[in-house]
T-cell receptor, first 115, second 113 residues
């Protein structure tokens, strides 16, 4: 099992430029999450998908952030334009439920630096 | 709004000592997760606690859950250097669906020889 795959691992961009992150969840995991982790902090949920539907995007800064999950499999998260404060690690996770127990698997993350 | 608080946030300890990390949360959820994160790495699942009184142990780590007190603990026994990492507790949403995890700020643990 490949796990949750994210790319790129690192990205350095100038402020006001666009950037996109990609995530391929574990096969069969219908629920996908994007989290942002600032330095020295815990991850914070940005958006949650159930299949291709965004069911919770209340924490997504919609003026500059967008996300999509076409066909309910892989997902992209976009920032346009990026600001200095967007520098963080962006984590993708997917979840499954087995015998009533929900398990979450996180990808390795994309470390974004905005200069 | 669900809040998860960990303490301490930073902990430096010597090998061979015991210590406990505390995690308080503000909801009635009974699903509590512990993760480990090494520098520059992603989150590694340690424990999933699903009911009041649940206790799980793996090696030198033991986690417990008291849903009435809304408190979970992660106890480290006879610490070794390899356990140096940041430890997060996280609570699953209380809505019954796949609400996602709300994390504490993490406990940065340094174990010195």
């Amino acid at each position: 099992e490949a796990g949750v795959v994210q790319s790129p691992r690192y990205k350095i961009i100038e402020k006001k430029q666009p950037v996109a992150f990609w995530c391929n969840p574990i096969s069969g995991h219908n629920t996908l999450y994007w989290y942002r982790q600032n330095l020295g902090q815990g991850p914070e949920l940005l958006i949650r998908y159930e299949n291709e539907e965004a069911v919770d995007d209340s924490q997504l800064p919609k003026d500059r952030f967008s996300a999509e999950r076409l066909k309910g499999v892989d997902s992209t998260l976009k920032i346009q334009p990026a600001e200095l404060g967007d520098s963080a690690v962006y984590l993708c996770a997917s979840s499954f439920t087995l015998q009533g127990v929900r398990g979450y698997t996180f990808g390795s993350g994309t470390r974004l630096t905005v200069v | 709004e669900l809040k998860v608080e960990q303490n301490p946030l930073f902990l430096s300890m010597q090998e061979g000592k015991n210590y406990t990390i505390y995690c308080n949360y503000s909801t009635t959820s009974d699903r509590l997760y512990w993760y480990r994160q090494d520098p520059g790495k992603s989150l590694e699942s340690l424990f999933v606690l699903l009911s009041n009184g649940a206790v799980k142990q793996e090696g030198r780590l033991m986690a417990s859950l008291d849903t009435k007190a809304r408190l979970s603990t992660l106890h480290i026994t006879a610490a070794v250097h390899d356990l140096s990492a940041t430890y997060f507790c996280a609570v699953d949403g209380s809505g019954g669906g796949a609400d996602g995890l709300t994390f504490g700020k993490g406990t940065h643990l340094i174990i010195q020889p």
